[in-house]
């Protein structure tokens, strides 16, 4: 059964075949913690976070346990992963949810974020001082000089956000020591 | 702009409670999608709510437990992210109490800038509306329920366009898209699991760690600062349609002095803009990151460093940074 789930979802299965490991991939509880920790492995190898995180000390053991199988299969499970997941997710209620992502990944920006270096321009701030600004960021951008200090997003994020990571609060309360209470 | 110790979003509270008078979980509005946006955003604060969503914004993506009840007027909800190690924000209207097991310390401190799926608007739906074009969309089945779409337009190019799917009998959004200038998704939101009503547990609202370590320390230091002070700081030229909603002073690790925050919203966006020393070496270029919609800049002043960073387009936190000033 196994093989039969993994095989699914790669594509290897002919219709009928993928219509009875659909039906019988969440006969049992071994069976759906199977699909469901493949998914997350596939996640995983394209660098998404979980999906849905119901049994993540389940997942990370059973990680721990297969950390190989589905790696030398990305090229296969990135064309077909999509259209399998979609179709199994109408199919199997109570995974209803599990290819929602995947789908939706084609619409999001997957390239690292960039960063940019400009120039002070005093040209550019009458370019935004109007309601319309310009679509593009100021042009000659890119050229990240080296001697400035390297951009820390994540400190102003967590503040902004105010959902601080405990490793962030650990930081923070090196600084001051916290009162018992 | 307002005092510090008045901020904005005070003159708004009247016409939230005024929403909660009038809504009613009963059947859905017609075609008006102003009562649409009020109804959803009345019932991410009245409704009550347990389950699990993912968020991705560009590179990030994160999933989240969340149980929200509304007990008599107040709202407690329990929020806890699945990702790294254990931690939780337990919220009583705005007061948060963060718990971190692992360093055994529970963090307070009071929602300012933070903005928690599916409470999405900051503001009521008449000011939304005054920045963006609310509209309907299609209908559809999403986890089990039926929902509505609501499309936002923004009325300029200061804002992103987004999108909220308002289940049919409560308004709660169950899902939310925020769009680029060329129409890509570059954030959402969605419920994987849900359940609404009467079936989720009141006591599902409380700390699941705070039982589990039997002395806790506590910092107080983020509520004080949230409470507010004038900085000193103005940003002379804001987007128009953002509103200050507050300035305070902010603890920030590695900084030897707290960094001054000011905040800005037009009901759905937020901005806060920070201004520190530029320490050594100092910054002379402006720098930008974007990822999602959260978008990074940096604006040296010389011996003082501006940030703005916010769910804004960057030409909108360019603007924001580039016309902040002492107060004279």
């Known amino acids: ?181 | 702009m307002s005092a510090p110790d008045s901020p904005a979003w005070c003159r708004w509270l009247p016409a939230l409670a005024l929403g909660a008078a009038c809504t009613a979980a009963a059947a859905p509005p017609g075609n008006d999608p102003l009562e649409w946006l009020q109804r959803a955003a009345q019932a991410a604060r009245s409704a009550s709510y347990s389950g699990t969503y993912a968020h991705s914004n560009g590179d990030r993506t994160s999933v989240i437990r969340i149980t929200h009840v509304t007990v008599g007027k107040d709202e407690q909800e329990r929020i806890e992210p699945l990702d790294g190690p254990p931690h939780e924000i337990v919220r009583h209207n705005d007061d948060m109490f963060c718990y971190f097991p692992d360093a055994k310390t529970v963090r307070l401190d009071r929602r300012v800038s933070a903005r928690f799926f599916p409470a999405i608007f900051s503001a009521p739906a008449s000011t939304v509306a005054a920045n963006y074009v609310p509209s309907l969309g299609k209908t559809e089945n999403v986890i089990g329920y039926d929902c509505q779409w609501i499309q936002l337009q923004p009325k300029d190019a200061l804002r992103y366009p987004q999108s909220v799917c308002s289940e049919m009998n409560t308004g709660l959004v169950i899902r939310s898209k925020t769009f680029n200038a060329q129409r890509q998704v570059i954030e959402q939101y969605t419920f994987t699991d849900l359940r609404i009503g009467q079936a989720v547990p009141k006591n599902e609202v409380k700390s699941t760690f705070e039982a589990r370590v039997k002395r806790w320390f506590t910092d107080t230091r983020p509520r004080d600062e949230s409470k507010g002070v004038a900085t000193g700081w103005a940003v002379n030229d804001p987007p128009a349609g953002f509103q200050k909603v507050t300035e305070l002073h902010r603890t920030m690790p590695g900084r030897p002095a707290p960094v001054s925050q000011l905040v800005f919203s037009d009901g759905v966006a937020s901005i806060s803009v920070f201004v520190e020393a530029n320490s050594a070496p100092p910054r002379t270029a402006e720098a930008s990151s974007e990822d999602g919609t959260t978008t990074f800049f940096v604006h040296p002043m010389g011996d003082m460093l501006v940030s703005v960073l916010g769910e804004v387009p960057l030409a909108t936190a360019q603007q924001v940074a580039r016309s902040v000033a002492r107060r004279p």
């Open chain 1, 1 to 181: 059964m196994t093989q039969d789930i993994s095989s699914l979802m790669d594509g290897e299965l002919e219709a009928h075949e993928a219509g009875r490991v659909v039906q019988a991939c969440c006969a049992s509880e071994e069976q759906k913690r199977t699909w469901y920790v493949y998914h997350v492995i596939g996640d995983s190898i394209r660098g998404q976070a979980l999906r849905r995180a119901e049994m993540p000390d389940r997942i990370l053991a059973a990680l721990s346990g297969e950390p190989t199988v589905l790696a030398p299969r990305r090229r296969v499970m990135e064309a077909s992963f999509t259209r399998i997941a979609l179709a199994a997710a109408a199919s199997v209620a109570t995974v209803g949810v599990v290819g929602w992502l995947g789908v939706q990944g084609g619409q999001l920006r997957t390239e690292p974020a960039i960063a940019r270096v400009t120039a002070p321009a005093a040209g550019a701030a009458t370019n935004v001082a109007a309601n319309v600004p310009s679509g593009v960021p100021v042009a000659g951008t890119m050229a990240v000089s080296s001697n400035q200090p390297v951009l820390n997003v994540q400190d102003y994020l967590t503040v902004h956000r105010q959902m601080p990571s405990p490793e962030f609060y650990r930081q923070v309360s090196n600084q001051a020591p916290a009162t018992a209470r």
